[in-house]
T-cell receptor, first 113, second 109 residues
């Protein structure tokens, strides 16, 4: 079972460049999430989706866009990268019930210079 | 605003030395408190969910308990392989988890 798979694992961008992070899950989960993790800040929610074709803003959405064209995939885009977006990005998915835990991928480490 | 605070930030123990990690929370209507373990370079791995004060859950050397204001993760006779960062989170509405900053636990052999 692959679970939640994130690509790429590492990426270095220059300020102003764009990129897309891909998340894929094979557990038929309805809900998907993008978090960022920074030292001393914990995990913060960027955007999430409660189903195919839907997206919603989380706690820190500025500078990011997302799309959920297929149930199993959730894409996170950075249109014009900034050094403040240097972070580790985690994708997660869940069944969406109140008692459903989130299942996480192993993260993408992004550095913006 | 829902808040989750974990203490201590870091904890170093000798193998076999039992201790507890704390997670205090303020949330309007708790819908679940979750504990995760995170190893370096990996995503968080789910451990427990607690729903109501007085509830307890156990897994190997770990036991999680819940009161109306906080949760404790008790580690009994830990081994070096228990070294990790432990994260606490509360459910916000039906969809989102709000995380604490984590406790980095190191068990020395």
């Amino acid at each position: 079972n692959a679970g939640v798979t994130q690509t790429p694992k590492f990426r270095v961008l220059k300020t102003g460049q764009s990129m897309t992070l891909l998340c894929a899950q094979d557990m038929n989960h309805e809900y998907m999430y993008w978090y960022r993790q920074d030292p001393g800040m914990g995990l913060r929610l960027i955007h999430y989706s409660v189903g195919e074709g839907t997206t919603a803003k989380g706690e820190v959405p500025d500078g990011y866009n997302v799309s959920r064209l297929k149930k199993q995939n959730f894409l996170l885009g950075l249109e014009s990268a900034a050094p403040s977006q240097t972070s580790v990005y985690f994708c997660a998915s869940s069944y969406g019930r109140v008692d459903s835990p989130l299942h996480f991928g192993n993260g993408t480490r992004l550095t913006v210079t | 605003e829902d808040q989750v605070t974990q203490s201590p930030e870091a904890l170093r123990l000798q193998e076999g030395e039992s201790s507890s990690l704390n997670c205090s929370y303020t949330v309007s209507g708790l819908r679940g408190l979750f504990w995760y373990r995170q190893d370096p370079g990996k995503g968080p791995e789910f451990l427990f969910t607690l729903y109501s004060a007085g509830e307890e859950k156990e897994k190997e050397r770990l036991k999680a308990t819940l009161t109306k204001k906080e949760s404790f993760l008790h580690i009994t006779a830990p081994k070096p392989e228990d070294s990790a960062t432990y994260l606490c989170a509360v459910k916000q509405g039906a969809q989102k988890l709000v995380f604490g900053q984590g406790t980095r636990l190191t068990i020395n052999p």
